[in-house]
């Protein structure tokens, strides 16, 4: 197995940055809001209803960090847990199809980070991970989608898109030298993502989102050898790379004046999901018993996470300052790990704040960005069901996110 854990030696890519911190500047500052607002190319991943909003093309590029300061406390020593810091590059374009009664707009946004695609691992039951956090904060997240709007009532359809792993190793043994070979496989993995807002007048706008299960598979197979009296058995390592479940964001926004108030809430259906790896050696028809048995399920519940943002706007000629915060909660679908697993999680509270500078059109028309986000973990601990379970383990700690971004009126 020193050859598979070479291929998967890697951080774990559980799913998208998007899910947790938002999908762009303007959507992290406000905590992840958005499903009712236009922000342009953000509402590819947010909503694609309200891309046929705004009348300009846009172009709007961003760079993200954040960093994790994880503790884990085990047998009672507390230490660090190690993750080094997440990257994302973003980039994201408007295009407005048509304007007159039926007004339509296509925009796409993708974040990826600079330096990989898409990584899984597999590591051992006893080691402790935090599946649902530090993996979904490095992966590819790509989204399209294209709205209408006729009158209030505004549709849209869209996809959210990810990378799946397909491989094989080989290992064999000749004039006493040992020798490997590693074939890798990207393969496109999607979900479809349908959307709709409608403006209330004075009451405000209202958003509603859902976008089924998004989710990325990688398989790797190693070919059955014989290393001198040894012989290894033909392997199959299977599992998720990345893994959204499936979502729903309602969504209600009003403007008073220059201040605007958003109060929204997401549902996420954890409790479908299967688990992370599967069966380590498949056996043929003809030998049914052979094969190794799926592990478990994580036995994950469904989470509601509620969340308010706000905005104001002030003029501060010939300049435009745009300032903006906002809170959410973020339950954990995960249940205490009570046996040997140490698939670690815990409820965030996620704060937020940032601003928008827009010059002013006849000088240059360029908006800047920037975005900050505090999540902290609740302490939560862990205890075991017997010694042979290990340890009591607690979990604490926080993840600062900082972005800086621009966007171009076209």
Not at 143 to 166: K, Q, W
Not at 217 to 226: C, E, G, R, S
Not at 236 to 265: H, I, K, M, T, W
Request: glycine share 12%; proline share 10%; with cysteine.
């Amino acid at each position: 197995m020193g050859v598979v854990g070479g291929v998967f030696a890697s951080p774990v890519a559980r799913a998208t940055p998007a899910e947790i911190f938002g999908a762009g500047p303007r959507s992290i500052a406000l905590a992840g809001s958005g499903t009712s607002l236009e922000l342009g190319p953000e509402s590819a991943l947010l909503n694609p209803a309200t891309l046929a909003g705004p009348g300009d093309k846009q172009l709007e590029l961003g760079f993200r960090v954040s960093r994790f300061s994880l503790d884990l406390e085990r047998s009672g020593v507390t230490e660090p847990y190690p993750v080094g810091l997440s990257r994302g590059l973003m980039i994201g374009v408007l295009a407005p199809l048509s304007r007159g009664r039926v007004c339509t707009g296509f925009g796409l946004f993708a974040e990826t980070p600079p330096d990989f695609v898409v990584r899984a691992s597999i590591p051992f039951d006893d080691t402790p991970t935090f599946p649902l956090l530090v993996g979904r904060a490095q992966a590819l997240d790509l989204g399209a989608g294209l709205g209408a709007r006729l009158g209030p009532i505004s549709l849209g359809v869209g996809v959210r898109a990810l990378a799946a792993l397909s491989g094989s190793v080989s290992v064999a043994e000749e004039g006493g030298a040992t020798s490997t070979g590693v074939g890798t496989r990207l393969l496109p993995a999607w979900a479809p993502v349908v959307g709709a807002a409608l403006d209330l007048g004075e009451l405000g706008r209202a958003g509603l989102a859902l976008r089924s299960v998004l989710r990325a598979d990688f398989d790797v197979d190693v070919a059955a050898t014989t290393l001198g009296p040894i012989g290894i058995a033909p392997l199959n390592v299977e599992g998720v790379a990345a893994y959204e479940p499936l979502r729903v964001d309602l969504e209600l926004s009003r403007d008073f004046g220059a201040l605007s108030l958003v109060l929204g809430a997401r549902y996420e259906r954890w409790s479908a999901f299967d688990g992370w790896v599967g069966p380590t050696i498949e056996c043929p028809a003809s030998r049914p018993r052979c094969g190794t048995p799926p592990p478990p399920p994580p036995d994950y519940s469904d989470v509601v996470s509620p969340r308010v943002g706000a905005s104001y706007r002030f003029t501060l000629r010939p300049v435009a300052l745009t300032a903006r915060a906002g809170y959410t909660l973020a339950p954990t679908p995960a249940p205490e790990q009570r046996g040997p697993k140490n698939e670690l999680d815990a409820t965030r509270h996620g704060v937020a704040a940032g601003y928008s500078l827009e010059l002013p059109a006849w000088l240059l028309p360029l908006r800047l960005d920037a975005a900050f986000r505090f999540d902290l973990l609740a302490p939560r601990t862990h205890v075991k069901r017997d010694a042979a379970s290990g340890p009591p383990l607690r979990t604490s700690g926080s993840v600062q996110t900082i972005l800086f971004g621009a966007g171009v009126k076209l």
